[in-house]
């Protein structure tokens, strides 16, 4: 026979599970693609705060995968390098004068553009040249949050690693434990090494920059004051050729002076 | 009328300014060279022979070599310690493992300490170099801020502008590269470069040009490669390659066209070598004093080739200025603790520019001396007890400072015009010639200057009035200094301009109105001269003192002081007193009165090449038939426009008249019909012009988010003070686990645990930082450049409604006897 009380905590979870039944089934309508896209927009507004996982889907776009790892760091340094040197180059490239908004007015390059769009950030935005250091200060994050991920899951990931490495050389997959301790130190010691250098390389890198960049507007501006001060001379220069012509006019039209001869 | 649009001058200054902008910049490669920097810094990786070195005579002067082992087998030691090889490193040692690990964590420690002292110079030398890329004057840097900001300043002016401007400003003028300087010459440079292991330091050295040399001849050093005496070394190769460009460059001030004005700057494409990368050489020829002065030298188009500071020997060390320790390892084991910078490498000296050498930076406020026109310096204490640190006086002028028979005689001075060739190439004056200047009859008057014996009561230069034939005489005295004939003569020539649209006869001095408007014009135009000869600076008077004091003396006739609050009684002594010294200077190349007729166009360019201006400005600049000719800038456009508007109105009649038929009859009947003046101009209020503001920075709420994302990374709720949130150390002894063992592992992890919500908030806090620095950037700016587009807006406006602008269709018939149609007409079409 059935106590008392296992037939009211059997009532309860049964009151409880039917709760739950309903509640799933009268809020289906919410878990739709409407909303992920509107908790993407959420994160993608706030993504600085958001966790930078290499598997949300935010970043997954990174080239920091399961079996690329020895690549990661060329990988990095080579997109940064690429962005720093397209913004120093940026300094002698055209700015469009006639933009219709500031950040228009120097579109970020086609590197800048290229990493950007693949962060969440500006993912559906246009990006000016002026937010290289917001890009790739968030490019670094991501990429120690990869480096971060990886040590944590060190083992496995050294395995599939190892596992790639084996069969593009067209040899057995079979993990043995010496290549693996060996594959797990390389990679501990270049998270390592990564997690040091790549933070304090880009801030010098940025320290520069940030000079520099300071005086980026004024330079812009002063391209375009200097192509509408061209522009401005020659409709002058246009006007003092019609100018010339006055005193003829005036005294063409008057009958009481003779020209010169 | 025939007009020369003199493109070639400015295009070949954007052409300069430009120069680095034409060619994409070098690999400039910032980033690989911080990440070798950081490598080198964090794990000893890539370490170069200095630092081995340093680490080995460290390890000598402590007695860390062991018996049997020499300085050179020490390299390969601390070589193994650096790479992290502990087992070789203790084989290599002393071939046991006893208190080895020390030795080798010491060892590192030394290569960390002093790479960290290397790396914090570097750090700062870089920053340095970002926050000053553009803005300190050197040529060819990426920014061309300055070669910019000198375009359009020369879009915009007139020469004329100066008389109104109260800052003298240098005169820089951009050429285009002389055939004479050949590709291979660049060749050279590069190559001399290339030869040196130092080129930074090179670069650096001749960062101010080779001129600042030539009193000492070249002697070869050799020196380490460090900051300051790297750029102390000099390479003779290198300044031969660097003469050899300069000996190319034309050293005649006619050689240019217009020719070369006293204390103008030319300035010539910069040339970027193709290496070393980013260095580039830089030309300039300056007329001083009619002395035409050469130069080149080298200058980085971004500074990353920081030297480093000194570790190793060097020269002679001083116990009292570096103590006594010091000096003993220094002399005993040729290093320098620590590091060191030598003495910072000489700057040019006063007489050789100083930091104002270069052209740019001379037009930097430290360069620029404020000149006090506006603005008296002698300040009077009125209260006792009062501190006046500057004060504005009361316009001095007692008179008009200049009368015109009408209209405002816009640009008269006519610096603004290129003279004719006719003018140029014309023979001297002679003697018998009676007034041949300016030729052709565009004039309404002649000059004609003389140099004289004596010339009206002793007066050094005197203009008399317009005689019957249009002439205009100017007596030059030929006893005046040298030094004054150029002023005079300019002098002369502003009262020649203003007699010359007069009647003959007419006096300008007969009263005492009438003498002071004209005397303070002239003057404002000869002291103009003076302040940019510097000889004001050095008199110490200013502008408007030299203005109204010579103006009191000139119209002394009429009283003390007629035109002018300030004391005239030392102006003219102590101005003459510079004149004189300047004269008497060794060297000094001044012209007499006759030199300059014999020798009509290099005496007049010698003088001043305003002067041949100012007489091509006596021809009007908008007669029929007549040529004018000036360089196409916005200013000299406006110039040329307005002397037009002023002409068409003041020698015709804007709305014509008509052929009276009876004697009753109305001669300008149409006069009535002017359309209403549409007053654009009037309607347009300009922008105030008004410091931009600060954006709202609010750190408080910046610091209180950063809190706030202390608590959440921590997992706890936001509290007050917010260290609260921050990790807390004594929880595992305050909740201790079930064994001493675990609890004391827990307690010695929690580091680590300590370490990742670090970590995170330090990732976020700079991406963070940055887009809020990005953000009030751009908050800044927008309000910065508000008075700027404001201003061109209303610019835009104006030339929007002369474009608008419209003209009636119809012409005045010549002998109407009723009212036109074409007047109603026209004035419904207004």
């Given at each position: 026979m059935i106590s008392r009380n296992a037939r009211i905590v059997g009532l309860i979870v049964f009151l409880l599970l039917a709760a739950l039944c309903a509640g799933i089934v009268a809020n289906s309508k919410k878990l739709t693609a409407t909303s992920v896209s509107l908790l993407m927009k959420r994160e993608a507004e706030n993504s600085i705060l958001t966790p930078c996982s290499r598997f949300t889907e935010s970043y997954m776009q990174l080239p920091f995968g399961d079996t690329n790892f020895a690549r990661w760091p060329k990988l990095y340094h080579e997109t940064a390098a690429?962005?720093?040197?397209?913004?120093?180059?940026?300094?002698?490239?055209?700015?469009?004068?006639?933009?219709?908004?500031?950040?228009?007015?120097?579109?970020?390059?086609?590197?800048?553009?290229?990493?950007?769009?693949?962060?969440?950030?500006?993912?559906?935005?246009?990006?000016?040249?002026?937010?290289?250091?917001?890009?790739?200060?968030?490019?670094?994050?991501?990429?120690?949050?990869?480096?971060?991920?990886?040590?944590?899951?060190?083992?496995?990931?050294?395995?599939?690693?190892?596992?790639?490495?084996?069969?593009?050389?067209?040899?057995?997959?079979?993990?043995?434990?010496?290549?693996?301790?060996?594959?797990?130190?390389?990679?501990?010691?270049?998270?390592?090494?990564?997690?040091?250098?790549?933070?304090?390389?880009?801030?010098?890198?940025?320290?520069?920059?940030?000079?520099?960049?300071?005086?980026?507007?004024?330079?812009?501006?002063?391209?375009?004051?200097?192509?509408?001060?061209?522009?401005?001379?020659?409709?002058?220069?246009?006007?003092?050729?019609?100018?010339?012509?006055?005193?003829?006019?005036?005294?063409?039209?008057?009958?009481?002076?003779?020209?010169?001869? | 009328m025939k007009r020369l649009f003199a493109f070639a001058g400015f295009a070949l200054l954007l052409l300069t300014a430009g120069g680095a902008c034409a060619q994409s910049l070098g690999d400039l490669q910032l980033y690989e060279n911080m990440h070798t920097i950081t490598l080198q810094e964090r794990t000893l990786e890539g370490v170069d022979e200095q630092i081995i070195s340093y680490v080995v005579q460290l390890a000598q002067q402590e007695n860390m070599i062991p018996e049997g082992k020499t300085a050179s087998d020490?390299?390969?030691?601390?070589?193994?310690?650096?790479?992290?090889?502990?087992?070789?490193?203790?084989?290599?040692?002393?071939?046991?493992?006893?208190?080895?690990?020390?030795?080798?964590?010491?060892?590192?420690?030394?290569?960390?300490?002093?790479?960290?002292?290397?790396?914090?110079?570097?750090?700062?030398?870089?920053?340095?170099?970002?926050?000053?890329?553009?803005?300190?004057?050197?040529?060819?840097?990426?920014?061309?801020?300055?070669?910019?900001?000198?375009?359009?300043?020369?879009?915009?002016?007139?020469?004329?502008?100066?008389?109104?401007?109260?800052?003298?400003?240098?005169?820089?003028?951009?050429?285009?590269?002389?055939?004479?300087?050949?590709?291979?010459?660049?060749?050279?440079?590069?190559?001399?470069?290339?030869?040196?292991?130092?080129?930074?330091?090179?670069?650096?050295?001749?960062?101010?040009?080779?001129?600042?040399?030539?009193?000492?001849?070249?002697?070869?050093?050799?020196?380490?490669?460090?900051?300051?005496?790297?750029?102390?070394?000099?390479?003779?190769?290198?300044?031969?390659?660097?003469?050899?460009?300069?000996?190319?460059?034309?050293?005649?001030?006619?050689?240019?066209?217009?020719?070369?004005?006293?204390?103008?700057?030319?300035?010539?494409?910069?040339?970027?070598?193709?290496?070393?990368?980013?260095?580039?050489?830089?030309?300039?020829?300056?007329?001083?004093?009619?002395?035409?002065?050469?130069?080149?030298?080298?200058?980085?188009?971004?500074?990353?080739?920081?030297?480093?500071?000194?570790?190793?020997?060097?020269?002679?060390?001083?116990?009292?200025?570096?103590?006594?320790?010091?000096?003993?390892?220094?002399?005993?084991?040729?290093?320098?603790?620590?590091?060191?910078?030598?003495?910072?490498?000489?700057?040019?000296?006063?007489?050789?520019?100083?930091?104002?050498?270069?052209?740019?930076?001379?037009?930097?406020?430290?360069?620029?001396?404020?000149?006090?026109?506006?603005?008296?310096?002698?300040?009077?204490?009125?209260?006792?007890?009062?501190?006046?640190?500057?004060?504005?006086?009361?316009?001095?002028?007692?008179?008009?400072v200049a009368l015109t028979e009408s209209g405002p005689d816009i640009c008269r001075t006519s610096w603004w015009r290129i003279p004719s060739e006719e003018l140029k190439n014309m023979s001297p004056p002679s003697a018998d010639q009676d007034g041949p200047l300016p030729l052709g009859d565009c004039a309404l008057c002649r000059l004609d200057v003389r140099c004289k014996d004596d010339c009206m009561d002793g007066a050094s230069a005197v203009t008399e009035p317009k005689d019957d034939n249009g002439v205009i005489h100017i007596c030059i005295n030929r006893s005046a200094p040298r030094a004054v004939l150029r002023t005079n003569l300019i002098h002369e020539l502003v009262h020649t301009q203003q007699l010359c649209n007069l009647p003959p006869h007419t006096k300008i001095f007969d009263t005492v109105e009438r003498c002071c408007a004209s005397e303070m014009e002239a003057n404002t135009v000869s002291c103009r001269v003076l302040a940019e000869d510097g000889v004001l600076d050095e008199a110490g008077v200013s502008i408007e003192e030299c203005t109204g004091g010579l103006a009191n003396i000139s119209c002394k006739n009429y009283g003390e002081k007629p035109c002018s609050d300030l004391s005239a009684a030392d102006v003219k002594d102590k101005i003459e007193e510079v004149l004189n010294r300047k004269e008497r200077e060794p060297g000094s190349n001044f012209p007499s009165c006759d030199e300059v007729s014999a020798e009509w166009l290099k005496g007049i360019a010698k003088l001043d090449a305003r002067i041949i201006s100012m007489i091509e400005g006596l021809n009007g600049a908008c007669s029929p038939g007549c040529?004018?000719?000036?360089?196409?800038?916005?200013?000299?456009?406006?110039?040329?426009?307005?002397?037009?508007?002023?002409?068409?109105?003041?020698?015709?009649?804007?709305?014509?008249?008509?052929?009276?038929?009876?004697?009753?009859?109305?001669?300008?009947?149409?006069?009535?019909?002017?359309?209403?003046?549409?007053?654009?101009?009037?309607?347009?209020?300009?922008?105030?012009?008004?410091?931009?503001?600060?954006?709202?920075?609010?750190?408080?709420?910046?610091?209180?988010?950063?809190?706030?994302?202390?608590?959440?990374?921590?997992?706890?709720?936001?509290?007050?003070?917010?260290?609260?949130?921050?990790?807390?150390?004594?929880?595992?002894?305050?909740?201790?686990?079930?064994?001493?063992?675990?609890?004391?592992?827990?307690?010695?992890?929690q580091i680590e645990e300590n370490d990742t919500p670090t970590a995170s908030l330090q990732r976020m806090t700079q991406g963070m930082g940055t887009r809020i620095g990005t953000s009030l950037l751009t908050r800044y700016l927008s309000w910065a450049s508000m008075a700027l587009s404001d201003s061109l807006r209303a610019g835009n406006q104006l030339l929007n409604a002369m474009e608008n602008t419209k003209f009636p269709l119809s012409t005045c018939p010549r002998t109407a006897t009723e009212k036109p149609d074409f007047c109603t007409a026209s004035s419904s079409s207004d």
């Open positions: 690429a962005v720093i040197e397209e913004h120093l180059q940026s300094f002698s490239r055209a700015p469009q004068c006639a933009a219709a908004t500031g950040n228009d007015v120097l579109p970020g390059g086609p590197k800048l553009q290229e990493l950007s769009k693949k962060l969440p950030s500006w993912k559906s935005t246009s990006v000016s040249q002026w937010e290289m250091s917001s890009v790739l200060l968030e490019y670094l994050r991501a990429y120690e949050c990869a480096l971060e991920e990886r040590l944590y899951f060190l083992h496995p990931d050294a395995m599939k690693e190892l596992e790639s490495k084996l069969e593009a050389k067209g040899e057995s997959t079979d993990i043995l434990l010496g290549g693996l301790i060996a594959e797990v130190a390389e990679e501990d010691r270049i998270i390592a090494q990564e997690l040091v250098t790549a933070r304090p390389t880009l801030n010098r890198s940025l320290a520069v920059l940030a000079g520099l960049s300071r005086l980026l507007p004024l330079h812009t501006e002063l391209q375009c004051i200097e192509r509408a001060s061209i522009d401005i001379r020659n409709a002058l220069a246009l006007g003092a050729e019609a100018g010339s012509c006055l005193p003829r006019i005036w005294n063409a039209k008057d009958p009481l002076r003779d020209l010169p001869q | 020490m390299t390969e030691v601390v070589k193994a310690a650096f790479e992290t090889r502990l087992d070789d490193f203790c084989e290599k040692y002393n071939g046991t493992f006893d208190a080895c690990p020390q030795t080798y964590q010491m060892f590192r420690d030394w290569g960390m300490d002093i790479i960290d002292t290397r790396t914090l110079s570097t750090d700062l030398l870089h920053i340095a170099a970002g926050y000053e890329t553009g803005v300190i004057g050197n040529m060819g840097e990426i920014f061309t801020i300055a070669e910019r900001t000198l375009t359009i300043r020369n879009l915009w002016r007139s020469a004329d502008d100066a008389l109104l401007t109260p800052e003298v400003f240098p005169l820089i003028r951009a050429v285009p590269r002389p055939d004479s300087v050949t590709d291979g010459m660049f060749d050279a440079v590069s190559e001399a470069l290339g030869r040196e292991q130092a080129s930074a330091g090179s670069v650096n050295r001749y960062r101010y040009g080779i001129a600042v040399f030539d009193r000492e001849p070249c002697r070869e050093s050799q020196g380490p490669n460090e900051l300051f005496e790297a750029t102390e070394a000099r390479n003779c190769t290198l300044e031969r390659a660097l003469t050899a460009i300069r000996n190319a460059l034309p050293q005649d001030p006619l050689t240019f066209d217009p020719p070369l004005a006293r204390g103008e700057i030319v300035i010539f494409p910069l040339r970027i070598l193709e290496t070393p990368p980013n260095v580039i050489v830089w030309m300039m020829v300056e007329n001083v004093n009619s002395e035409i002065r050469r130069d080149v030298g080298l200058g980085w188009q971004l500074m990353l080739e920081t030297v480093p500071i000194g570790i190793l020997g060097g020269d002679n060390c001083d116990p009292g200025k570096m103590g006594e320790s010091y000096c003993t390892v220094f002399d005993r084991f040729l290093i320098r603790p620590g590091g060191r910078y030598e003495d910072p490498p000489r700057e040019p000296t006063e007489q050789e520019g100083g930091l104002c050498h270069l052209p740019f930076a001379r037009d930097g406020y430290l360069c620029r001396p404020m000149r006090h026109d506006r603005c008296n310096a002698d300040i009077e204490d009125k209260e006792p007890d009062s501190i006046v640190l500057t004060e504005c006086k009361p316009a001095q002028a007692k008179q008009p040529q004018t000719k000036y360089q196409n800038t916005i200013g000299n456009n406006l110039c040329y426009i307005g002397q037009c508007v002023e002409q068409s109105i003041e020698q015709s009649r804007v709305i014509p008249g008509r052929m009276a038929l009876n004697v009753g009859d109305e001669s300008f009947p149409w006069d009535s019909c002017a359309a209403t003046d549409s007053l654009t101009g009037g309607l347009i209020t300009l922008p105030a012009v008004s410091p931009p503001l600060t954006p709202a920075y609010n750190p408080r709420l910046l610091v209180e988010s950063l809190d706030r994302a202390l608590c959440q990374l921590n997992g706890l709720p936001a509290m007050t003070p917010p260290i609260l949130c921050q990790f807390d150390y004594e929880r595992r002894l305050s909740i201790p686990t079930s064994d001493y063992v675990s609890t004391a592992l827990s307690f010695a992890s």
